[in-house]
């Protein structure tokens, strides 16, 4: 089974930035399309970004314009550039195959003054 650990989440004032990484103890990142989702407190599970093993990649409306996937299939790493946070950003942001398999560990994102 894959582990993906999340990490490079922390608190962050509105208007700020953040990187997430996402690493995988094993190759799936050459064969299957990613995805950051997110999960904010009382709601469900959503996908905001999503990258092809070919390399295009689309957005949730939400942050489209400030957020930018990409990835690095030597280092089995998925990273998620976080621009012009907003308050509403606040979330366990987790990476994963899309479809999902089975969840690894998140990285909560707070965004607050």
Request: aromatic share 8%; hydrophobic share 35%; proline share 4%.
């Amino acid at each position: 089974q894959v582990q993906l650990v999340g990490s490079g989440g922390g608190l962050v004032q509105p208007g700020g930035s953040l990187r997430l990484s996402c690493a995988g103890s094993r190759s799936i990142f050459n064969i299957n399309a990613m995805g950051w989702y997110r999960q904010a407190p009382g709601k469900q599970r959503e996908l905001v970004a999503i990258i092809t093993t070919g390399g295009s990649t689309n957005y949730a409306d939400s942050v489209k314009g400030r957020f930018t996937i990409s990835r690095d299939n030597a280092k089995n790493t998925v990273y998620l550039q976080m621009n012009r946070l907003k308050p509403e950003d606040t979330a366990v942001y987790y990476c994963n195959q899309v479809p999902p398999d089975a969840w690894g560990q998140g990285t909560l994102v707070t965004v607050s003054s």
